[in-house]
Each structure stands twice: as structure tokens, then as C-alpha cells.
């Protein structure tokens, strides 16, 4: 499984971003899939996390309300809607893909994209 994550950039504080991470797996649909992201000299640490199905979903404290989680099983592409960003959004994200299950820790994740980073401006 291979995992390419796009769309992050430079915004201003209160703008909306969207990133987007194709996977190259024909059974994407079984794959529970997360994002994570991980600030300048801090740990990597969870953001949110969807079902194979795309039924259910889960963010960190840190983002709900503001982040949301999607999927498109027929482009095999995970989306996170990124609104009233923050500077302390500033981070490298990272989606991550596990099969048959979902899970907010990043050691259940076998597969890693390369990272997409998103810079917040005050």
C-alpha cells in the first residue's frame, strides 16, 4: 500500500485547508484510515480517524468542531477539511492507513504516507 498525501500549504489563521491522501490499494474499502500530524520538536500525535466503511469517525479534542474527516472509497482518497485553523495547526500531517481495523494509535498503522506540511500564520 502506497500513500500520498497532498494539499497543505501557507494560510492565515481562521482559513480552511483541505488535504487529500490517495492510497494505490484495491481494497481500499477495508482499510481503517487516520490522520496524524506532528508540530516542530514535538511528537507525532492523532488527529482523526474514519472506518473502511466511512461510517464512523473520530477526531482529537484538539480539532473537533473544526477538522473533519471524509472519504471517497471510489477514488480510494481520504480528505481532512481543515477550518478555523490555528497557528498551533502548524504541523506536518501524515495519513495512515491499517486493514480491518481503526485506531487512534499511530503503532496500529502499518502504512504511512510522506507527509504534507500545513503553516499557520497568526
Known amino acids: 500500500v502506497q500513500l500520498q498525501a497532498s494539499g497543505g500549504g501557507l494560510v492565515q489563521a481562521g482559513d480552511s485547508l483541505r488535504l487529500s491522501c490517495a492510497a494505490s490499494?484495491?481494497?481500499?474499502?477495508?482499510?481503517?484510515m487516520a490522520w496524524f500530524r506532528q508540530a516542530p520538536g514535538k511528537e507525532r500525535e492523532f488527529v482523526a480517524v474514519i472506518t473502511g466503511s466511512g461510517s464512523i469517525t473520530y477526531y482529537a479534542d484538539s480539532v473537533k468542531g473544526r477538522f473533519t474527516i471524509s472519504r471517497d472509497n471510489a477514488k480510494n482518497t481520504v480528505f481532512l477539511q481543515m477550518n478555523s485553523l490555528k497557528p498551533e495547526d502548524t504541523a506536518v500531517y501524515y495519513c495512515a492507513a491499517t486493514r480491518d481495523r481503526t485506531s487512534r494509535f499511530e503503532n496500529q498503522y502499518d502504512y504511512w504516507g510522506q507527509g504534507t506540511l500545513v503553516t499557520v500564520s497568526s
Open positions: 490499494v484495491r481494497t481500499f474499502n477495508r482499510y481503517g
